[in-house]
């Protein structure tokens, strides 16, 4: 029940830090900073913005699977069509596949003539897949993933040791991101806002697996 009982404190951190990373990421478009076609490398802010993005993320996925049993992990709750397994099968498979797709698109040209496609600013698009409906259809489009969690401590590993490798990417990127564009569901958006999109479709998940920790009939051990 340990999960269960900090439920309501992390969620009051995880929400001060998703407020504190908005209002990083509004004082960048109003400086002018964030998403504009001049910039073809990525400023400091930027970068500062996706990190802590992507480190926020990860560590509120860690919060909220810690100490978590196989039982746990398998708990089917009225209020989720998946478990808490399941969920991190997919951000498993999305781990991969997603930064995989990236990797692919940075290895052709540049195409600054196409930024008139980009409709969307960097807060629309964590905006975007902030919205109920946005995030289900896009995670409908990502095929799950049988992986074999025992307990919290296979997953922790994974979840752990996976985003060394991308933290380190967006510190030390010279890629123009701004002008390689990818298609999603919510249209063309550019490689940096493809970077905050992976970081947004976590704490969907997340979200996900808070509701399932708060079902009343949620499994003690």
């Not at 970068?47 to 746990?72: E, H, M, P, T, Y």
Request: net charge positive; aromatic share 10%.
């Amino acid at each position: 029940m340990e999960a269960k009982s900090h439920l309501t404190h992390n969620n009051f951190k995880a929400m001060l830090k998703r407020t504190k990373g908005r209002i990083l990421l509004t004082a960048l478009v109003i400086t002018g900073l964030a998403g504009t076609i001049k910039n073809t490398a990525l400023t400091s802010q930027e970068r500062k913005f996706a990190v802590s993005q992507l480190r926020g993320s990860r560590s509120d996925l860690l919060k909220s699977i810690n100490g978590l049993s196989a039982a746990q992990l398998d708990f089917k709750s009225n209020s989720d069509n998946w478990t808490i397994k399941e969920h991190l099968d997919y951000l498993a498979f999305a781990e991969k596949t997603l930064w995989t797709k990236l990797e692919t698109v940075l290895k052709s040209p540049a195409t600054p003539e196409n930024r008139h496609l980009v409709s969307l600013s960097d807060e629309g698009v964590l905006n975007a897949v902030d919205g109920t409906n946005n995030f289900i259809r896009y995670a409908a489009s990502i095929p799950g993933v049988a992986t074999n969690w025992h307990g919290y401590w296979d997953a922790a590993s994974f979840f752990k040791s996976s985003p060394a490798k991308h933290l380190k990417f967006i510190k030390t990127t010279t890629s123009d991101l701004r002008n390689r564009l990818i298609y999603t569901p919510m249209g063309w958006i550019d490689c940096y806002q493809f970077i905050l999109l992976m970081t947004a479709y976590s704490e969907g998940h997340i979200r996900q697996i808070r509701h399932i920790l708060a079902d009343p009939q949620f499994p003690a051990q």
